[in-house]
């Protein structure tokens, strides 16, 4: 049992270090990473034997990996203000808007 909480210490540490990741190709590395770590246990803990742990690192990994990736921050959209600091609008009577990385 003190070994299972040392490795839970040690997975809790890691996704506090990982959700640091900004760029969806860091947030695949350490999701994956993660989900194989965590995998890994609960392939141990239900099949008791190397060929489960394996089985749910890999699944853990993929699954970890996709997610990761899926939930990285993009592009948002912004409008665009005069130096008066009102919203502008075209031509349409549309609000003008740009995309930047969300902040």
Known sequence: ????LVTAAALSLAGIAIAAC???QERAVGGGALGAAGGALVGQAIGGDTGSTVAGAVIGGLAGAMIGAGTAPGQCRYH????RG???YDASGRPVT???PCQ
């Open 86 to 88: 009102r919203p502008m």
């Open 1 to 4: 049992m003190a070994n299972f």
């Open 98 to 100: 740009y995309e930047a």
């Open 80 to 83: 665009r203000y005069d130096s």
């Open 22 to 24: 900004n760029t969806p």
